[in-house]
């Protein structure tokens, strides 16, 4: 590709997304909202919430009530949208997008319908900078949700600012000098942080190359730029509609770690009680080996990066898309610990990071074999239907369905109410 990505990202921005990306952008408005609304009741982030409402002033909702800056607001939304961790991912990506887009979007959008499209338009270009950098970025320790994050926030503030091209070329190159995120960050208040940074940090880089701040031509590609001193590895990439990125966005249906979410699926129609079953095997990527295979796990909090104590759950028939679940007192439940120890799982590479195979072998001798790729296709009417279901299983039905019809609508100002949790 062109070593200049900024120019290319800039020309991008102006281009309108196809109804298919916007349609797809709605769902994830719709999860990214029901996430967030659910993260603001983690009362661990109080504090957090009230320092920053105290920083500032201004109309920007804040999810859960009160308002403030926009910086102020993109910064706490991010965070507290990605408190549990539940909101979609993008595999090639190998980041969450949404949670560091629409923050910023919503903090500075006039209608929904424009919120939408820089929405949109932010999504597809974190997922294609993410991809840009590519692996050896995300291996080496940076958090590409926070990273490339910060370019889609950026790229979609800027739109929204109606910056032109000279000043979203600067705004870019501000966010160079911004973007940040790691890994080390996994598995503490920090790691959520990086999301609600990222949101910040694109509307701030916007704002000041409007004010007339500039900044570096390429702040990206160029010499001594972000991906020459971030371990990107400049892998092609295509900025444009003809195969939107954003189509492949998956979706989080059970509130664990992703990695289970292959298995989970494929068991999603079993139901049997733990007599029943003599031995329950799960192949999956290497990868995951590390990452959420727990054997015996104590709290809630491990259960959910556990294939027996998931699958377990899952095929007594409780409920693995509600947070509720995954308490401490589940992993003591006798009937789960009894098939948690006849689930058996093993590495297999020839399967992909989005794929499991499972075989349950029943007592009477029947074996019944499931599989599933999270990657294969799924219409949008299946997608927001297992949306909904989720939202519900989230905040219940009274909020739940009225915050479905507002973001298939074009109101901002009912949606913004929304976001105060209240139906």
């Given at each position: 590709?062109?070593?200049?990505?900024?120019?290319?990202?800039?020309?991008?921005?102006?281009?309108?997304?196809?109804?298919?990306?916007?349609?797809?952008?709605?769902?994830?408005?719709?999860?990214?909202?029901?996430?967030?609304?659910?993260?603001?009741?983690?009362?661990?982030?109080?504090?957090?919430?009230?320092?920053?409402?105290?920083?500032?002033?201004?109309?920007?909702?804040?999810?859960?009530g009160?308002s403030?800056?926009a910086?102020?607001?993109?910064?706490?939304?991010?965070?507290?949208?990605?408190?549990?961790?539940?909101?979609?991912?993008?595999?090639?990506?190998?980041?969450?997008?949404?949670?560091?887009?629409?923050?910023?979007?919503?903090?500075?959008?006039?209608?929904?319908?424009?919120?939408?499209?820089?929405?949109?338009?932010?999504?597809?270009?974190?997922?294609?900078?993410?991809?840009?950098?590519?692996?050896?970025?995300?291996?080496?320790?940076?958090?590409?949700?926070?990273?490339?994050?910060?370019?889609?926030?950026?790229?979609?503030?800027?739109?929204?600012?109606?910056?032109?091209?000279?000043?979203?070329?600067?705004?870019?190159?501000?966010?160079?000098?911004?973007?940040?995120?790691?890994?080390?960050?996994?598995?503490?208040?920090?790691?959520?942080?990086?999301?609600?940074?990222?949101?910040?940090?694109?509307?701030?880089?916007?704002?000041?190359?409007?004010?007339?701040?500039?900044?570096?031509?390429?702040?990206?590609?160029?010499?001594?730029g972000?991906?020459?001193?971030?371990?990107?590895?400049?892998?092609?990439?295509?900025?444009?509609?003809?195969?939107?990125?954003i189509?492949?966005?998956?979706?989080?249906?059970?509130?664990?770690?992703?990695?289970?979410?292959?298995?989970?699926?494929?068991?999603?129609?079993?139901?049997?009680?733990?007599?029943?079953?003599?031995?329950?095997?799960?192949?999956?990527?290497?990868?995951?080996?590390s990452?959420?295979?727990?054997?015996?796990?104590q709290?809630?909090?491990?259960?959910?990066?556990s294939?027996?104590?998931t699958?377990?759950?899952?095929?007594?028939?409780?409920?693995?898309?509600?947070?509720k679940?995954?308490?401490?007192?589940?992993?003591?439940?006798?009937?789960?610990?009894?098939?948690?120890?006849?689930?058996?799982?093993?590495?297999?590479?020839?399967?992909?990071?989005?794929?499991?195979?499972?075989?349950?072998?029943?007592?009477?001798?029947?074996?019944?074999?499931?599989?599933?790729?999270?990657?294969?296709?799924?219409?949008?009417?299946?997608?927001?239907?297992?949306?909904?279901?989720?939202?519900?299983?989230?905040?219940?039905?009274?909020?739940?369905?009225?915050?479905?019809?507002?973001?298939?609508?074009?109101?901002?100002?009912?949606?913004?109410?929304l976001?105060?949790?209240?139906?």
């Amino acid at each position: 590709m062109a070593t200049d990505i900024t120019g290319q990202l800039v020309d991008f921005a102006r281009l309108t997304p196809p109804s298919e990306a916007r349609e797809m952008m709605r769902l994830s408005l719709f999860d990214w909202v029901a996430c967030a609304i659910a993260g603001a009741r983690e009362v661990e982030f109080a504090n957090f919430v009230a320092v920053q409402k105290a920083s500032s002033t201004g109309t920007a909702q804040i999810v859960g009530g009160g308002s403030t800056s926009a910086p102020a607001a993109a910064l706490i939304n991010g965070t507290l949208s990605h408190a549990l961790d539940y909101d979609d991912t993008h595999f090639a990506h190998i980041g969450h997008p949404s949670v560091a887009v629409v923050p910023a979007v919503l903090a500075l959008a006039d209608s929904l319908p424009d919120a939408i499209d820089a929405a949109t338009t932010g999504v597809e270009a974190s997922i294609l900078v993410g991809v840009w950098l590519g692996r050896d970025h995300y291996q080496v320790g940076y958090h590409q949700t926070a990273t490339a994050g910060a370019f889609g926030a950026t790229l979609a503030a800027g739109r929204l600012l109606k910056l032109d091209a000279k000043q979203l070329r600067h705004a870019l190159g501000l966010c160079a000098s911004m973007a940040s995120g790691v890994k080390a960050q996994f598995g503490t208040m920090a790691k959520p942080l990086n999301a609600g940074l990222a949101a910040r940090s694109g509307i701030e880089a916007a704002l000041w190359a409007q004010a007339g701040m500039t900044a570096a031509h390429d702040g990206l590609a160029g010499p001594l730029g972000f991906s020459a001193t971030h371990h990107g590895g400049d892998h092609d990439v295509t900025l444009g509609w003809k195969a939107p990125q954003i189509l492949s966005i998956s979706h989080k249906f059970h509130a664990c770690c992703h990695g289970l979410h292959a298995t989970l699926e494929a068991l999603s129609g079993v139901r049997l009680s733990a007599d029943q079953v003599a031995r329950i095997d799960i192949r999956t990527h290497p990868r995951w080996m590390s990452v959420c295979n727990i054997a015996e796990p104590q709290t809630g909090l491990a259960a959910k990066f556990s294939y027996a104590q998931t699958a377990s759950m899952s095929v007594l028939g409780h409920d693995t898309r509600a947070i509720k679940s995954f308490s401490d007192a589940i992993t003591r439940d006798a009937d789960i610990i009894t098939l948690r120890n006849r689930v058996h799982v093993e590495a297999d590479e020839r399967l992909s990071e989005t794929q499991s195979e499972v075989a349950i072998s029943l007592a009477n001798g029947e074996v019944q074999r499931l599989r599933c790729d999270l990657l294969s296709p799924m219409s949008l009417e299946t997608r927001a239907q297992k949306l909904r279901s989720k939202a519900a299983a989230l905040l219940g039905a009274d909020l739940a369905a009225p915050l479905w019809k507002v973001t298939q609508g074009d109101s901002l100002p009912d949606l913004l109410d929304l976001l105060k949790g209240r139906s």
